[in-house]
């Protein structure tokens, strides 16, 4: 019997598209954004597509969903600590959509793109059975190279922004209070041009979890991580029990990256003057994932959320 896509699961269907559109001129390796050199100059580019019936909860107005669909793009330009230049948004509807929605869904991509400091460029519209965007970005690195997955080294210090769980709270309890603060993030655009022109040396935005995008980057980098739970970041909303399960829930879009420790303090003083927390919750050392919470070790699974997987 053929394998189909829940067999394989997200990131190695993901792997297979790569190997067999791999090109001499472009990087379209397991980053947040493929990479392509431009007169010495570095633009990122990706793609997102989010559908009503596995991306939007009961209760997410037009311009919200305009807002995540804009936000989950931009921040895949914010992890490669790129200037987003533009947002191309196409999007697929039932023939009996009124006006107003699609009107309020550009609004809230507007607002989005607004608050990234880039703009709205282009799009397309098509008819179909069910509500999909498709949101597409350019952004620019002018001097340096774009934070990857790969550029971390043994000894440099695993870090995120902000706050984790802030999405495991919808995902928990399911009130419909918590929709708007799960899908209304903040792209971390401005951090990861701090970042980026600090010197960190490798990054990812916490969509499949915290747990999950570790491994990411300690395959990508070929190191290992330790991590210390105790001093993570976690939403206060968050019971005991559930700050574990938050590890392994996408949806964060905060950004998890890592700077030599030399410049560790420098990173978290420049975030927090840009009016964002952050944290140091790690090093890269030794093989594999470990985590340390009350003074025990164990390994970290590498678990999180992936399409097409049960």
């Known amino acids: 019997m053929a394998k189909t896509l829940r067999d394989a699961g997200e990131q190695a269907v993901v792997r297979r598209l790569v190997a067999l559109s791999e090109s001499s001129r ?33 209760g997410a107005g037009p311009e919200l969903i305009g807002w995540h669909s804009a ?12 200037r987003p230049l533009g947002l191309l948004l196409a999007l697929s509807m039932p023939h009996d959509t009124e006006v107003k929605i699609v009107e309020g869904v550009m609004r809230g991509a507007k607002l989005c793109a ?29 001097s340096g190279r774009p934070l990857m997955r790969s550029g971390c080294r043994k000894g440099d210090m695993l870090c995120h922004t902000g706050k984790i769980g802030r999405a495991a709270l919808w995902q928990l309890r399911g009130k ?35 747990a999950l995008s570790t491994h990411y980057l300690a395959e990508a980098s070929g190191v290992g991580f330790g991590i210390d739970l105790d001093v993570m970041g976690f939403h206060e909303g968050l019971r005991r029990g559930e700050k574990e399960k938050a590890l392994y829930l996408g949806g964060d879009y905060e950004l998890l990256f890592t700077v030599p420790r030399a410049k560790a303090h420098a990173a978290i003083e420049e975030l927090m003057a840009l009016g964002t927390e952050a944290h140091v919750i790690g090093e890269a050392k030794g093989k594999g994932v470990m985590a340390e919470a009350e003074g025990k070790a164990r390994k970290l699974p590498k678990d999180g959320y992936e399409h097409f997987k049960s």
């Open 26 to 58: 472009a990087t379209p390796v397991m980053d947040d954004c493929a990479v392509i050199r431009a007169g010495g100059k570095h633009l990122v580019l990706t793609t997102d597509i989010l559908a009503a019936s596995t991306h939007f909860p009961e």
């Open 71 to 82: 936000a989950v793009t931009f921040s895949d330009v914010a992890a490669m600590g790129a």
């Open 114 to 142: 607004d608050s990234c400091g880039s703009h709205i460029v282009g799009g397309d519209t098509k008819e179909g059975k069910e509500f999909v965007a498709c949101t597409s970005a350019l952004g620019i690195v002018e």
């Open 176 to 210: 419909r209070s918590l929709v708007e603060p799960m899908l209304r993030f903040q792209p971390r655009v401005g951090e990861g041009m701090a970042l980026q022109a600090l010197g960190a040396t490798s990054c990812i935005d916490l969509s499949d979890g915290l």
